[in-house]
């Protein structure tokens, strides 16, 4: 089975801090993604990356950074945490010649 | 561009009962594929089923079962005989072939099943 894995399932954080949302794959997956998700807004994609070290912006990139600097693991990396950004948000991954994108649990971020 | 339309927020039913939950696409693109996935409370989207374009035929799986028709543009869900443990999220999603290796999923907004003892 695929394993997506968020390391962090509850986080609270201050207005202003550095957020780093882990996520690690166990499957090989060249694709990786963050989304996030709201009440009455769905999901929304941030980041996706399609190689090591390689990203592209998704619908809603203001605010965020990605970084991926291994194939398993692909990072989310709020620089400066504000309120609108208190949210649950969920890695994904997949391979390319495959068309199912693989979720991990959710990360609940709450910035206070 | 895509969008996927689930018009249904939200939807009660007691158990046993059947229900079916809809779904609506847009795409211009020939080839695509469609999916299902369940959000139980405690947040993980678990994949259900894949469906690519040039395959109508319908499925079935347990109690689940899809009926796909590119005339209307619907990827319906239906499940059967619903148990309280069916009680989640549903979000119907769309991946384009056009969207390159890197190939994002777009989302319906969501339909909230209740399944009542």
């Known amino acids: 089975d695929v394993k997506v894995t968020q390391s962090s399932r509850y986080l609270v954080k201050r207005t202003g801090e550095k957020v780093f949302l882990e996520c690690v794959q166990d499957?090989?997956?060249?694709?990786m993604f963050w989304y996030r998700q709201d009440p009455g807004l769905g999901l929304r994609l941030i980041y996706f990356?399609?190689?090591?070290?390689?990203?592209e912006k998704g619908d809603i990139p203001e605010g965020y950074s990605v970084s991926r600097e291994k194939k398993e693991r692909f990072s989310l990396i709020l620089e400066s945490a504000s309120t609108n950004q208190t949210s649950m948000y969920l890695c994904a991954s997949s391979l390319p010649q495959r068309n199912t994108i693989y979720f991990g649990e959710g990360s609940w971020l709450t910035v206070v | 561009a895509q969008k996927v339309t689930q018009a249904q927020t939200e939807i009660s039913v007691v158990e046993k009962e059947d229900v079916t939950l809809d779904c609506v696409y847009e795409?211009?693109?020939?080839?695509?594929?469609l999916f299902w996935y369940k959000q139980p409370p405690s947040g993980e989207l678990v994949f259900l089923i894949r469906r690519n374009s040039f395959d109508e035929q319908n499925e079935i799986s347990g109690r689940y079962s899809w009926n796909f028709q590119k005339s209307t543009s619907s990827f319906n869900f239906t499940i059967t005989a619903s148990q309280v443990v069916d009680s989640a999220v549903y979000f119907c999603?769309?991946?384009?072939?056009?969207?390159?290796?890197?190939?994002?999923?777009?989302f319906g907004s969501g339909t909230q099943l209740t399944v009542l003892p």
């Open positions: 990356s399609y190689d090591v070290k390689m990203k």
């Open positions: 999603a769309l991946i384009v072939a056009s969207s390159g290796s890197a190939r994002q999923l777009t």
């Open positions: 795409t211009r693109d020939t080839t695509y594929y």
């Open positions: 499957m090989d997956h060249e694709n």
